[in-house]
Structures are given as C-alpha cells and as structure tokens.
C-alpha cells in the first residue's frame, strides 16, 4: 500500500483538511449528544420504573383489597357475592385477569378482561381452554406481571388471589416518551451547535486567522508587520516575545505543581467524605433491613423472616436429608391480662416472653412473632422426639408467673408440634398443621400437641362450622329449651333454665359445647347472648299470661361482662322488662365473676340494684377467692355436676359438695345442685340442707310446649295430694 504523506503541502493534506471551526461543533455536538442522550435515557429508565412501581403498588393494593373481602363470602359459599367483589374490583385498566383460588387451587370465582389483547389472543388459540389454561397461556407472555395474595382469616388458609397485570401500556408510553425526548433533544442540540460555533468563530476563529496571516507576512520577510490582536486572552499573550514567554513558562511550571498538590488534597478530602457517606449508607440500610423483618415490640423476627427461615430450613433438611421441626405457640390468658391490666402491660408482657423464648432456645433455633401473641419456633435437625422434650420445656417454664407493675401473672402457653417431611413439605402446610396441633392443645388444656390427621379433619369441620354460625340466628335456626330446677323442700318448680340449641339445616342438633366456644371466639357471643335474652323474656311474658309463676335463669359469658356495649344493651333490655326482673337469675362462671376486672364488678353491682340476681356457675372447678367471694353482690352458687354425680361414689366429691352448701349458707349465698341424676343423690342433698336442684332425674331440657306440660303435670300431681 502507498504511503500516503500528511506534509501541509500535500494534496492529501489540502483534501482532508479539516477547519478547526469544523472540529470544535463535532466536539461540541457529540457531547451535547452525549450528555443529553445518558439524561434523556435515564429519565426513561426512571419513569418506566416509577410506572412499573405504581403499577405494582396497584395490584397489589387490588391484590390485598380482594384478600380482605374475601374470608367471609367463602367461608359462606357466597360465589356470587365473591364474583361481584372481583369485578367489581378489577375491571381497571393494566388488569388482564384475576382469580381466587381454593387452597387446593381450585377455581372459586375470576375475572377477564375481554378489552385485553392478551385475553384474545389466548381465547382464539385453537382448542378448549378453562380459567387456569387461559390464565397460564396469558402469565407466558414476559410483560405480564403476575402477584399473588393469601387470603387468611386467623391464621386459617382459604385460598390465594392471582392477579395478571400488563406492562405493556406503561412500556409503549415510555418508549414514546422516549422517542419524543429524544426527537426534540436532536432540535436543542442542532440549536445550541449552531450559537456556539458562531461564538466560537467570532470570539476565537477570526483572532487565529489574523495571527496566522501575520506569521505568514512575517515568514515572507515582513518583519515590520506586526499583528495586532484587539484581546486581551490568550491569543494576545501568544504575540509576546519568545524570553517573556519561556519566563512566563517557568512560572506557569511552578503554578501547576502547586496547583497538582491542591488537587490531590481534594482528592483525598472528597475520597474521605464519599468512603463517610457510604458507610452512613451501609448502616441505614442495615437498619432499614432490620426493621423490615423483626417485629418492632420485642425486637423477635416477623412473620416475613419466619417465611424466609422456614424455607431455608427446609432446603437445609433435604440437602441433609434431616428433618426439623416448626412450633406455633400462644398464651393461654394473654386477652385477660390486656383487658384487666391495659395494653401496656400487655405489651411488656410480650417482650419479656420473647426475651425468655430466646433464653430457653438453642443458638440455632429461630424464634418469632407472628401477630398478637401468638409466636413460631424453628427448630433445625429436631425430630419428634426432640421437640417434645423442647415443648415439655416451655410449658414448664411458662407456668412460671411473670413480674410486671408488681403484679404476678400466671399466663401459661399451648403449643402446636408439626414436623418436616412428615406432617408437611412446604411452609403454609406445616404452618397450617402447626396450628392446627396448637388449638388442640389449648382445646384440651393440655400444654402441646403433635399435629394428628384427625385432628385436622376436626378443624376443617370447626372452619365449616364457624361459617354456619354467621348465618344460624338470622335463619331462626336456634331455639331454647328449658330446664326445671325446683326447690328441695317443697319440691315446687321454682326457675326454669334457659338453655340455647342449634338446629343445623344439615347436621341436625347441634350440642352447645361444640358452637359456644366459637361464638366466643369469632365475637359472635353478645349477639347470641342477646338473642337468648330476647326469646326468653317473650316465652316468660307467655308462662306469666298462662297462670305460671315461674323464674327465669339465663347464662351470660365473660365476654358479655367485659363488653361495654353488650352491657349497655342488657340494661336497656331489662328497663324495658320491668316486671320480670325480681324472678330473673344471671348465671355466670366462676373465672368470670372472680375476674380481677373493676369493670365486671360494677357491671354485676349494677345487675344487683335492678333486683336482677347473679348466681355462680360450675361453682368449685374454678380457684375462688372466699374474701372476693364474700364482697360481690351474688346471691347463690351452683355446685358443679361433675361433683354432684360423683358424691355417691367419691368421698371427696361428697366433702365438696357439703362443704360448699356450708360455705354458701355461711356467706348468706343460697345453694343450686345441677346434674342431679337419680333419687339417691336427691336424698343426700335434702339431707345435706342444699336449696334446690335441677337434673334428669327431675326433668331434661325441655321444648317450651313440652315444659308447659311438665309444669301442668307436677301442679295436678301436688293438688292431688295435698287432697
């Protein structure tokens, strides 16, 4: 190849000369492009992920909306109700679909939208597709986002909300944003290239032409031309003579090494504030983190590191092929201490459980809160054998009272037991059989419990059952029946007890103590108290019109006592009962009138003053305090049937049952024997000077009809023989 020469007076050079007016707008324009193209490309990537981000936050907000509303219309097989919600919800714009899923992924209800061209494309492929096919066809296409949300309703799965979301608008406006930044970005920097090169080729180009033709005028032995330069800048220094400009170069040598020693102390001052900043940083996001998965009360992981341990330990377990073992655990009178004692109290309740959870635990193990308080243990590479011992562990040390305000409470734990891979192999199984294992425990008052299938059967049926509870009183599904209790001297009918049945359209009669529990649970008991109070009053008005003088006893719960509202409403209630108050009998437990609460005390000091009377029940399975006992405004105590069936062959029942109808008689209390079950048992209490009793042996709960006639019969057989 030619060696092509650059010599200034080459063709070559004269051919591809180029003005340094010329370079100077490249240089200029090529930055500009630079500079706004990283900015306009930036805001791009910022404001797509500011839309991507909204977007998110809108599934989710619709994802958590339809998981909040969703409990109960499952829970009641309302579909249609559900389908509504659903629609109703998700007919916005960016939502292809959304469905809720069963927790055997069974579709319960969906939604599509047919606008979305994702919906058409994956309805017109060819073949027959249900909700899931058309579901997993849309969430192929990589610009659909697809969430999900569960849907849980006290720690109890009832399915998941899947929600389709498309990107594809957010990511056609931003390309168009783009586009259009850019088209108008190409318009600044035509205009600014072309304003700087004519500043340019004024202020600098035409002063460098003028020293140039001087030069060549001087070259050509024009020595007395000088060239005149109207500046005072540097085109003007450059006519100083060659000694001025060799000293002024010595001095400019000097400036820069100085000038080079400013800017490495600079360096080193913005290194040191930019390594500042970043661990500032560091620490701000480690505390962030911290926060953001440790519950902020007792310092205790969260139920989102829960999760994430739980997973991790179940990959540990089958790389190790180990199992390990997951513990739901709540305390057992943690509600009372907060409605007696305050929040407060509660609260540091709870951080003095979780410091003495994690002083009982190995190094190893994870402990956490998951909400209320209700806690989750992790133990790694423990079988059953082990986490039993561990379970043993707790409930013993949580017998152990705690210290707060100088009070001792006594709040003891249930604790549920489920093993990985045997009771489950993914995180909501175990911690669904975990719980499961954990209401047993508490059900049977017996510290812990392993998970048990049967169990879990039982506790799909109590989830069916607590969904018929909703529904039982407005369907007129529960009726009274009334129990006899007659007066041991005279043997005169003198109460009837108002005893509540529930009549289930498909299970038939259902026993009270399967449902009270769970009205007392889920919140439903002041409505059931309620309604009892009503019908009884309307069947007592009925027994008075018939010619019956006959007492009414009703059975209230602790929750009826502490609820302010209910309270209200019994007041309301029996102003409106006047007449019927002096033969009405409030039947309360014995851990309900004994509550340490001044709230329950004035409640039944109040009931006292409107002449109603409170009566004890289940009298001496509880832990009485005689000197609380001798202060509140009862007026008798029912001992407890397990004692009273059991005095003819136990002596310590028999002591029991004497000393309580002395105690009673003592403080002034009358004396009620229930579950009195033959004639012999009759014989001792009369004996015994107990005041009245109530039992099979006299008489089962009875239908108001049936009642009716029972009293007839007993009236007619006393006429006949008093004649």
């Not at 003028?210 to 031309?225: F, K, P, T, Y």
């Not at 209790?485 to 498909?506: C, D, K, T, Y």
């Not at 003053?609 to 289940?618: A, R």
Request: proline residues 3%; hydrophobic residues 40%; charged residues 25%.
């Amino acid at each position: 190849m030619k060696n092509i020469s650059a010599k200034p007076d080459s063709p070559f050079y004269h051919k591809w000369k180029i003005s340094l007016g010329a370079k100077f707008a490249a240089l200029v324009a090529f930055i500009l492009v630079i500079t706004m193209g990283t900015v306009a490309t930036y805001n791009y990537r910022i404001e797509n992920s500011l839309s991507l981000e909204s977007l998110y936050s809108k599934g989710r907000i619709l994802g958590k909306f339809i998981a909040s509303v969703s409990p109960q219309p499952i829970l009641s097989y309302d579909f249609s109700t559900l389908n509504d919600y659903v629609k109703k919800a998700s007919h916005k714009e960016d939502i292809i679909y959304a469905v809720i899923l069963s927790p055997d992924n069974d579709n319960l209800t969906s939604y599509l939208n047919h606008d979305n061209g994702y919906i058409h494309s994956a309805i017109e492929k060819p073949g027959q597709y249900t909700i899931s096919d058309i579901v997993n066809l849309v969430n192929q296409d990589k610009s659909v986002i697809r969430m999900t949300f569960p849907i849980i309703l006290e720690d109890q799965n009832l399915g998941m909300v899947e929600i389709g979301i498309s990107r594809e608008r957010i990511d056609s406006l931003s390309r168009k944003q783009l586009l259009k930044l850019l088209f108008w970005n190409v318009i600044i920097i035509i205009f600014l290239d072309i304003c700087i090169y004519i500043i340019f080729r004024r202020s600098t180009l035409q002063p460098i032409r003028e020293l140039i033709q001087g030069s060549d005028r001087v070259a050509r032995g024009d020595l007395e031309h000088k060239v005149a330069v109207g500046a005072s800048d540097e085109l003007g220094t450059l006519t100083i003579s060659f000694n001025e400009m060799i000293g002024k170069l010595n001095t400019s040598t000097r400036e820069k090494d100085q000038a080079l020693t400013e800017l490495q102390e600079l360096n080193k001052t913005l290194e040191f504030h930019v390594e500042k900043r970043t661990q500032e940083l560091k620490s701000a996001n480690k505390a962030l983190k911290h926060i953001a998965l440790h519950d902020e009360l007792t310092g205790l992981p969260n139920r989102s590191l829960i999760f994430d341990r739980l997973i991790q330990a179940i990959r540990m377990s089958i790389r190790r092929q180990e199992p390990f073992t997951i513990m739901m655990m709540d305390l057992d009178r943690f509600k009372d201490v907060n409605d007696t004692l305050g929040h407060d109290v509660g609260d540091e309740l709870l951080k003095d459980v979780g410091t003495r959870l994690k002083n009982s635990l190995r190094h190893i193990d994870t402990v956490g809160r998951l909400g209320g308080d209700e806690f989750a243990i992790i133990l790694p590479g423990v079988g059953e054998e082990y986490a039993i011992t561990v379970a043993n562990k707790l409930v013993h040390i949580f017998n152990e009272p705690f210290e707060q305000n100088g009070i001792s409470l006594s709040i003891g734990t249930s604790i549920g037991i489920a093993i990985f891979p045997q009771h489950g192999d993914d995180t909501l199984t175990l911690l669904k059989r975990a719980d499961v294992a954990m209401y047993v425990a508490k059900n049977d008052n017996c510290g812990y419990f392993v998970y048990d299938v049967a169990e879990d059967k039982h506790s799909t049926q109590r989830l069916a059952l607590m969904g018929d509870l909703r529904n039982a009183i407005q369907n007129d599904e529960l009726v009274l029946h009334y129990q006899p209790i007659i007066e041991l001297s005279s043997g005169n009918i003198i109460r009837a007890e108002a005893l509540v049945r529930w009549i289930h359209p498909v299970r038939g009669l259902i026993s009270p103590v399967d449902f009270i529990p769970l009205m007392e649970q889920t919140g439903f008991i002041n409505m059931l108290s309620q309604w009892v109070l009503n019908s009884a009053f309307r069947q007592q008005e009925l027994m008075s019109s018939s010619g019956y003088k006959i007492g009414l006893a009703v059975n209230l719960s602790i929750y009826n006592l502490k609820d302010p509202e209910f309270a209200e409403k019994l007041f309301e209630l029996l102003e409106s009962n006047k007449k019927h108050l002096g033969n009405l009998v409030l039947e309360v437990t014995e851990s309900a009138v004994m509550a340490d609460s001044d709230y329950v005390t004035n409640t039944i000091s109040r009931l006292k003053k409107m002449k109603v009377k409170i009566s004890i029940d289940d009298f001496g399975i509880g832990y009485s305090s005689l000197s609380r006992l001798k202060k509140l405004p009862v007026s008798e105590v029912k001992i407890d049937k397990s004692f009273v069936t059991g005095m003819l062959t136990n002596k310590d029942d028999a002591v029991i049952v004497k000393s309580t109808i002395d105690l009673a008689h003592n403080l002034g209390l009358k004396v009620v024997a229930e579950g009195v079950e033959n004639q012999e048992s009759m014989d001792i209490l009369i004996a015994l000077g107990c005041d009245m009793a109530q039992g099979i042996h006299i008489a089962a709960p009875l239908e108001i009809e049936q009642f009716f006639d029972f009293v007839t019969k007993i009236q007619s057989s006393k006429r006949k023989s008093q004649i």
